[in-house]
């Protein structure tokens, strides 16, 4: 647990690395939003059939080590995904108009991911019957239709 200004002193703290663990990261709090994504962006990027978001807000988020290696890519001009230039790791992806940053839930040591939904579910490529709520694109909050599916 580390103390940063403009936190509460109880709020927990999450470090994570890449694959290779030339760059560390950590989050204060807890996340705004997390779930499942199986977006044709993500398949694309990551080379798996989903993949899981915990959205931070940017603030709360923090490079730690090996800043030099961070590397960010952006297709559409809205998402940076940010990846490790030694290993190719995945890190994170911010969103700058959103102001938030999804920091791969699975890569912080200590969380507890607690899936609220999955959003993209309209182009999926597996099923996933778990009983969340399946968004056709994204919530109308986050500028999507906020129809659901199935
Ligand atoms: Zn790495
Ligand atoms: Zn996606």
Same mark, same amino acid.
């Given at each position: 647990?580390?103390?940063?200004?403009?936190?509460?002193?109880?709020?927990?703290?999450?470090?994570?690395?890449?694959?290779?663990?030339?760059?560390?990261?950590?989050?204060?709090?807890?996340?705004?939003?997390?779930?499942?994504?199986?977006?044709?962006?993500?398949?694309?990027?990551?080379?798996?059939?989903?993949?899981?978001?915990?959205?931070?807000?940017?603030?709360?988020?923090?490079?730690?080590?090996?800043?030099?290696? $961070? %590397?960010?890519?952006?297709?559409?001009?809205?998402?940076? &995904?940010?990846?490790?230039? #030694?290993? =190719? @790791?995945?890190?994170?992806?911010?969103?700058?108009?959103?102001?938030?940053?999804?920091?791969?839930?699975?890569?912080?040591?200590?969380?507890?991911?607690?899936?609220?939904?999955?959003?993209?579910?309209?182009?999926? $490529? %597996?099923?996933?019957?778990?009983?969340?709520?399946?968004? &056709?694109?994204?919530?109308? #909050?986050? =500028? @999507?239709?906020?129809?659901?599916?199935?």
């Amino acid at each position: 647990m580390t103390a940063t200004e403009g936190n509460t002193a109880m709020a927990s703290t999450y470090s994570g690395a890449c694959f290779c663990g030339a760059v560390q990261f950590e989050v204060t709090g807890e996340p705004m939003l997390q779930g499942f994504c199986h977006c044709n962006d993500c398949r694309g990027w990551s080379g798996g059939p989903v993949t899981s978001y915990a959205l931070w807000q940017s603030g709360d988020v923090r490079i730690t080590g090996g800043a030099d290696k $961070v %590397v960010s890519f952006s297709k559409s001009g809205q998402a940076e &995904r940010r990846h490790c230039s #030694e290993c =190719g @790791g995945a890190l994170m992806t911010a969103i700058p108009a959103a102001g938030m940053t999804d920091v791969y839930p699975h890569l912080l040591t200590g969380f507890s991911f607690q899936p609220q939904a999955h959003v993209w579910y309209g182009v999926r $490529v %597996v099923e996933m019957n778990d009983g969340l709520p399946k968004f &056709r694109d994204m919530p109308e #909050e986050a =500028g @999507g239709s906020g129809e659901m599916v199935g």
